[in-house]
């Protein structure tokens, strides 16, 4: 069975690798379609990538999933950059 979204999020959260279709856990990156970086973990601090969002997907089902567990960068990343600014 395939994992959740949800699940991906999770694992991210909890320092885990996960992955289902969409979305990809490293365990200190959470990646949109295994390349686009959203969040990412900083010195014991999720950060939330600042700006646009690669797709519509990645706006309303993958970036939802790390709200609220951490804060939003203070740069914005260029959405054709696949890596958050530091």
Avoid: C
């Avoid at 699940?7 to 320092?15: E, L, R, T």
């Avoid at 969409?22 to 295994?34: D, R």
Wanted: hydrophobic letters at 30%; proline letters at 3%.
């Amino acid at each position: 069975m395939a994992l959740t979204n949800s699940q991906v999020a999770q694992a991210f959260k909890d320092g885990k690798v996960a992955q289902n279709h969409g979305m990809l856990s490293t365990g200190e990156s959470l990646l949109s379609y295994g390349w686009w970086q959203f969040a990412k973990w900083v010195d014991g601090e999720i950060i939330i990538r600042k700006g646009r969002s690669y797709s519509t997907t990645t706006a309303t089902k993958h970036r939802p999933q790390v709200y609220g567990y951490g804060r939003e960068a203070s740069e914005e990343t260029p959405v054709n950059q696949p890596h958050m600014n530091s």
